[in-house]
């Protein structure tokens, strides 16, 4: 957030600076979207063999396991783009 904040710092607040600034917000929206899904989707593989192996004891069905992971995990995740929004 410090480093993104220091940029920010010399963009000014002009009509003639609208284009840096829109630049800026495209590169930390797409940098806090790909961080997002890179971190979820490494997740995946390593548990896979543990998904497969409960799902044939019959433990629980396929999309149990998806909105367990996906709460389980979004908490987490969610709170490194807040700490960067409100930073």
Do not use: H
Not at 17 to 23: G, L, N, P, V
Not at 59 to 79: D, H, I, V, W
């Amino acid at each position: 957030g410090l480093l993104v904040g220091c940029t920010f710092l010399l963009v000014g607040d002009t009509q003639e600076s609208i284009d840096k600034r829109q630049s800026l917000m495209f590169f930390c929206v797409i940098n806090q979207g790909v961080f997002s899904a890179l971190m979820v989707v490494n997740s995946f593989p390593q548990e896979r063999a543990l998904s497969l192996r409960e799902r044939a004891a019959g433990t629980y069905t396929a999309s149990a396991y998806f909105l367990a992971e996906t709460t389980a995990e979004t908490m987490p995740y969610a709170a490194f783009p807040t700490m960067f929004a409100l930073c």
